[in-house]
């Protein structure tokens, strides 16, 4: 059987060392993961673990230059550890999550705020706040041979050159193998998965033209400009 028109080419995001790509499945994110971003969000400094998706051609691959979306007067960042995987299963025990990474990347988590807190005013899905095109920049992936598993080490960003967020992923409420493991329970996860593991406080509004800078120890860099 054939497709009446071409499909869509598979999304790739590039793998530091190398020149192959990571073959991307689904790109799932984890909601208010840092207390202190909980905080500054109205909510619980730690409450279960909550997701949401963005469509994997969401992605912007090695960063550059990024539309600023429409229909938002207040576009916010988000710097996130991203988990890719290279494995995956439903109700993955505690004790083996981690057998599933293949790696770690940064990205940015972009949100039009004003569009997501319209929606929970009204009771309605975050999807056009949270999956616009483009809002999913992604630094290149650094496999796990490269790079132990971060249990610590520092998260930040810059806007312009000014510090706007600033943490450590040992700060997160739920370690990366409790989201792999809590996760599973939820959906079948697989090599292609990408899992957006939270943002630590400082998160504010961008403008058009902003350089947004985004970086983890011993994971990579990233750098945005809102074009």
């Known amino acids: 059987m ?10 790739g995001v590039a793998i530091a060392g190398s020149d192959g790509l990571f073959p991307v499945r689904r790109v799932y994110c984890v909601g208010r993961n840092y207390a202190d971003h909980a905080v500054e969000m109205g909510a619980d400094s730690r409450e279960p673990p909550f997701f949401f998706s963005k469509p994997a051609d969401a992605l912007v691959s090695g960063g550059g230059d990024v539309p600023y979306p429409p229909a938002t007067n207040n576009l916010q960042h988000e710097v996130e550890l991203v988990v890719a995987l290279a494995s995956g299963g439903a109700d993955i025990p505690l004790s083996r999550a981690l057998e599933s990474v293949y790696g770690y990347a940064v990205g940015l988590d972009l949100t039009r705020r004003d569009l ?27 496999p796990l041979a490269a790079n132990a598993h971060p249990a610590s080490a520092a998260i930040w ?58 970086g983890i120890a011993g994971v990579g860099e990233l750098t945005v400009r809102l074009v």
């Open 116 to 142: 997501q807190l319209a929606a929970k005013d009204k009771g309605q899905p975050w999807d056009m706040s949270k999956g616009f095109d483009h809002s999913a920049p992604i630094a290149a992936i650094q």
């Open 2 to 11: 054939r497709y009446i028109f071409p499909p869509a080419p598979q999304v």
């Open 157 to 214: 960003l810059k806007v312009n050159g000014q510090l706007r967020q600033q943490g450590d992923v040992q700060q997160m409420s739920w370690k990366v193998a409790e989201v792999i493991a809590n996760l599973s329970t939820y959906v079948t996860l697989a090599a292609g998965d990408l899992i957006f593991t939270g943002t630590p406080a400082g998160v504010s509004k961008a403008q058009r033209g902003d350089v947004l800078e985004a």
